[in-house]
Nanobody, 127 residues
Framework: VQLQASGGGLAQTGGSLRLSCLAS????????VSWFRQAPGNDREGISC????????LYEEAVKGRFTISRDNTKNTVYLQMNDLKPDDTAVYYC?????????????????????WGSGTLVTVSS
């Protein structure tokens, strides 16, 4: 099981980036996948999740209206489109999933149930 995040980089305030999370080693299409981030000196926090059942999504208030999570099961990839970036978005971003039932196919409680972490990708937003 492997999750590999990519797409981070440097952006200006108001700019955009798109992160990708490539999954391998498991039936990706049947699992909820989430994005977390960890800013310097802060705890890791969940920011968004996408369900495998109907592609329903959840967003935390800090990113709602600016970030969009989506998935392409044919490419085993989940995306995070980040628009209107702010310096507070500076963080290492991780994708994650929980393969244990009953969490595996639901975003309910996604912020507290993770058993597979992907690699991180650094996003830096300059003011």
């Amino acid at each position: 099981v492997q999750l590999q995040a990519s797409g981070g980089g440097l952006a200006q305030t108001g700019g955009s980036l798109r992160l990708s999370c490539l999954a391998s080693g498991f039936s990706f299409g049947t699992y909820a996948v989430s994005w977390f981030r960890q800013a310097p000196g802060n705890d890791r926090e969940g920011i968004s999740c996408i369900s495998p059942i109907d592609d329903s999504t959840l967003y935390e208030e800090a990113v709602k209206g600016r970030f969009t999570i989506s998935r392409d099961n044919t490419k085993n990839t989940v995306y995070l489109q980040m628009n209107d970036l702010k310096p507070d978005d500076t963080a290492v971003y991780y994708c994650a999933t929980d393969m244990r039932p009953p969490y595996s196919d639901s975003c309910r409680g996604y912020r507290h149930t993770v058993d597979q972490w992907g690699s991180g990708t650094l996003v830096t937003v300059s003011s």
